[in-house]
């Protein structure tokens, strides 16, 4: 059932829990729309306003470029962390166990802060706490062949 009069950090946080408890934004924008009548003016625009509002006062946590948490998200020692502290991404990458996975989990992130509309292929892979999968805009996709 969609609501009109849902606030928006309410449909943030239905979304993350729904997602365990984590969200990109092209992930909020593109189930949005499962809960809410969506208006038709700059509706993003809004939903990051208060997501980012929300965060500065603690209900939601930034645990990636444009990935968010629920409030005691337990998100471990991410590349976005380490960036952040002056890390260079070589030395994060040695103290890694998976590289391959970390370099994914990096990329779907940089996927996300450009808002592109991401993917893996490792849905159920974790790293650093985060199932990759729950990080990505999309669950699957489909592929149609045509033969000519």
């Known amino acids: 059932m969609k609501l009109l009069a849902m606030k928006w950090n309410d449909l943030i946080e239905i979304i993350m829990l729904e997602n365990k408890g984590i969200a990109s934004i092209q992930y909020l ?3 949005a ?28 946590i930034k645990v990636g470029l444009a990935l968010f948490a629920l409030k005691g998200f ?8 380490a960036a952040s502290k002056g ?8 103290n890694s166990k998976d590289s391959h996975t970390a370099i994914e989990a990096m990329l ?6 450009f808002e592109y509309i ?23 996709y489909l592929i149609l062949l045509i033969r000519i």
């Open 29 to 31: 924008y593109s189930m």
């Open 108 to 113: 779907i992130e940089l996927g996300n802060f």
């Open 33 to 60: 729309s499962k809960y809410k009548e969506l208006p038709a003016n700059d509706w993003k625009k809004t939903l990051r306003g208060v997501l980012y509002r929300d965060a500065k006062k603690g209900r939601f």
């Open 87 to 94: 890390k260079s991404p070589s030395a994060y990458l040695k």
């Open 74 to 81: 337990e998100e471990g020692d991410s590349a976005f962390n």
């Open 118 to 140: 991401s993917y893996t292929g490792d849905p159920n892979k974790i790293y650093n706490k985060k199932i990759l999968g729950s990080m990505c805009g999309i669950k699957k």
